[in-house]
T-cell receptor, first 113, second 115 residues
Framework: SQQGEEDPQALSIQEGENATMNCSYKTSINNLQWYRQNSGRGLVHLILIRSNEREKHSGRLRVTLDTSKKSSSLLITASRAADTASYFCATDDLETSYDKVIFGPGTSLSVIP | DAGVIQSPRHEVTEMGQEVTLRCKPISGHDYLFWYRQTMMRGLELLIYFNNNVPIDDSGMPEDRFSAKMPNASFSTLKIQPSEPRDSAVYFC?????????????FGAGSRLTVL
């Protein structure tokens, strides 16, 4: 099963620009996470935001969460070629089991040097 | 810690053969998750364990798939018999929820091709 939609499916930007990716989910959640996947590799955890938080920062990453709209956004500032990867949001699911982790379909980001 | 270790990294087999994928989670992690990734279906949660006990296997596609976790340091995902539509990358991930959330550490994946 998948949690929801990510938007856009693919994004291409120039190095130095900001990249924004959006995620929507369907159920009530305790937390939302973002992961990155480089081509041919496993996923790597980037940042976690809890349902009682609205915004969180980590380095060049900024995550927002709107539980009323069941949506989140990931902003990568001053992008670099090394940021080229797929980005996935993941949530738990309070309606089935709180410790399940379900991923969205992902956004493919290309940063052009 | 060496991280989550999966084997084999690549497997090519013929339809009808049995496939066994293996996973060694990070020591001390009490959750283990199996996912399947394809272009068409994305990342699908197949099954997850807590303290070696299967908690939710609702994502397992059909009876051809089975997973076990005989101890805290080892899990297997078995497909018998395999079919071409099982071709995918299978990921294992482990976590602990000491922070109140399952932050996953993924293995490198096992790429399965069924001819």
């Amino acid at each position: 099963s998948q949690q929801g939609e990510e938007d856009p499916q693919a994004l291409s930007i120039q190095e130095g620009e900001n990249a924004t990716m959006n995620c929507s989910y369907k159920t009530s959640i305790n937390n939302l996470q973002w992961y990155r996947q480089n081509s041919g590799r496993g996923l790597v955890h980037l940042i976690l935001i809890r349902s009682n938080e609205r915004e969180k920062h980590s380095g060049r990453l900024r995550v927002t969460l709107d539980t009323s709209k069941k949506s989140s956004s990931l902003l990568i500032t001053a992008s670099r070629a090394a940021d080229t990867a797929s980005y996935f949001c993941a949530t738990d699911d309070l309606e089935t089991s709180y410790d399940k982790v379900i991923f969205g379909p992902g956004t493919s980001l290309s940063v052009i040097p | 810690d060496a991280g989550v270790i999966q084997s084999p990294r690549h497997e090519v087999t013929e339809m009808g053969q049995e496939v066994t994928l293996r996973c060694k989670p990070i020591s001390g992690h009490d959750y283990l998750f199996w996912y399947r990734q394809t272009m068409m279906r994305g990342l699908e949660l197949l099954i997850y364990f807590n303290n070696n006990v299967p908690i939710d296997d609702s994502g397992m596609p059909e009876d051809r798939f089975s997973a076990k976790m005989p101890n805290a340091s080892f899990s297997t995902l078995k497909i018998q018999p395999s079919e071409p539509r099982d071709s995918a990358v299978y990921f294992c991930a482990s976590s602990d929820d000491r922070t109140g959330a399952n932050v996953l550490t993924f293995g490198a994946g096992s790429r399965l091709t069924v001819l």
